[in-house]
């Protein structure tokens, strides 16, 4: 089968550029499975988890927003941050849900604050979700 | 003829003066390095932003969206004038400031963002049009830092009436070069080639959606790559100017040490006549 090369890019650095089977991306309107081969697509991506799968294995990557372009075979990723499993705290990452539901409690919903603390709320619960299936 | 003990003195001083200059020429080398290295780790994501953006305003050219045309309606402008937090760069600041004066009697309606101490300081006792004033932002040299600052120019562009947006800054051409570049920042200028990407892309969710979010993120990539080329010019500068502070120094100490060595020379011939005569005074 042939592969997909997924690359990395973020404003400081250029991380990942390897060939996989298959990878999962958390797009703004779901999560889609890019293969070889796939058509030239172009889209946003929403908090989530990024799964890249080559033969049999699986590495698993916190992402929180930024976009996507498939093109010639060639995955690119343009985001800010990205965390792989050994770069998230849990307990840490726990303190800052609760953190943000507390504050999202306390401030109006028109409020900067408020959305703030969603975009906050997102990022723990993406870590959270990652960190928890790890052992799944 | 001076005092033997003054010009010592003097001597020692010009040469802590020169090892206080040599260090720093030392240190603005060293931040030159790291400076550059972020601009060249920068580009492979600045520089693709750049294509997605010119590939989707290829497919959309009627496309009104703000970030992107010419607003119908004139509103305010503002313009960023990026300086250093720090002096002792030679003529960084002031090429700045002289270009940012030039810009100001033409446009005296323009409101000014400054980034960086020095502008700052220099342009609130000649103007009472800034708005908002960023400084020490060149000691933690983080993306996020650019972000903030990006969100703010975003939200005086898109909230605030504001229909242009300039901004004024050092280019890094090299270690003895810098060029001061005025340049728009919004509306997003239309790319200077119109070749055609030929790849047709499917976008989700929809074509206005990923302008804005490009448009933004591009913004934040421009703010990001100015303070880098700022703060690489700025180092360079300094390093220019370190390294012929430290030259004139090594000069005026060599200066010093010859007039030093006739002074002795004087005095060691004066002791001697004294001396000499004495002994011709008893001999008599």
Redesign the interface.
Known sequence: MSKISVLI??????KISGDFDHVIIP???GDFGVYAEH??????IRPGILQLFNEGSVQKYAIHD??V?V??NLI?I?C?TIEGMDEIDLSRAEAARQRAEKRMKETAEADIDFRRAEVALKKALVRIDLKKNESL | MENIRDIKIRIDSIKSTRQITKAMKMVAAANLRKAQNKILKARPYADYIELMLKVIRFKNKESRHPLISEPEIKGKTAFVVVTSDRGLCGSFNYNIIRQAMEYISQNPQADIICIGRKGFDYLKKRTDRIIKSHRDLFNQMDFSVSVEVASFLLDLYLLENYSQINVIYNEYKSVIQQRVVLKQLLPIQPPEDDTIHPLDFIYEPDQDTLIEELGRKYIDVEIWRVMLESSAAEQGARMTAMDSATDNASELIGQLTLKFNRARQASITTEIIEIASGAEAIKS
């Open positions: 890019l973020q404003p400081f650095t250029t797009g703004v309107e058509t030239p697509f172009i889209t946003k930024g976009f372009t093109d010639a690119r343009l800010e």
